[in-house]
């Protein structure tokens, strides 16, 4: 589990000011795992960063495809822009990352992911008894700090650590965009999960209290949405929104009832159907795992492990 001690290390969100310019942000939803892949750019230099990329599978013809790959390279070459970050908000339990696609579209790219990535993977080399797999999260060209920041051309980028639905969950901010993958979802289906291992829906409620220390005014970008008849889908609110009306944590909410609501509606989901394929991949930071004297690649499922 994680170590509220650690948790309480890291810096204040109050810290992240605002910024003066603000990124153009294109949503490329996949509809396959309702994932909302982003391109966040500046509109001044044109350097932009890539955001939860998909890798397409198909589950019953055990195929990968780069359909939604291919599509934000080709929104991004129609665009003229330069990917200089290709990020993940977390290790993804619902899908593949197109991460390893995107990094082979445009090698200049870095690659990378929270600093709690290491923590996920040694959970799960030893769920899934990988032998030689490297638990330093070297798969990564980067791994982002809490608190830290940096260039998206003139954008500043600046990340938080959001753990509760996983250990490594990140929050990045670019502008006034928040991207905040699935620690915060569009206001009326509120929150995820926090019953992975080394998830925690008391830590999750520090997390979110912590981003509505962000302005109202700022745009959030949720990781994931499931639609409804009346709206479709939809994955822009704002902190404002959030603040006042997410349906699982809002302002008025106590620690005690989100984390005791919490607990119960997890009890009752069933694991995400890609959870292991995904695992297996986003662990290798989008590499399938190593072929066999074959040539063929594997995944090995655990049976009655989770
Ligand atoms: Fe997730």
New binding site residues.
Partial sequence: MLARSLYKLSNPIRKFSTDLIKPKVTCLFHNDTNTATYIASCPETGKCAIIDPVLDYDQVGHRVTTIHADSVIAEVTKNHLEPVYILE??????HLTGAKILKNAFPSAQTAIGFNVTAVQVQFSRLFNLSNFRTDGSQFDKLIKDGESFSIGKLNLKAFWSPG??PA?MVYTVGDAVFS??TLFMPDFGT?RCD?PGGSADVLYQSIKKLFELPDEYRVFV??DYGTEKRGVAWESTMGEEKRNNKHLNLSTSRDAFVQWRKERDGTLKL?KLIMESLLVNLRNGELPEPEANGISYFKLPINAL
Wanted: charged share 10%.
């Fill in positions: 908000t977390h290790v993804h339990a619902d639905h996983t969950c993958g699935d995820a992975f990781g994931h995400p």
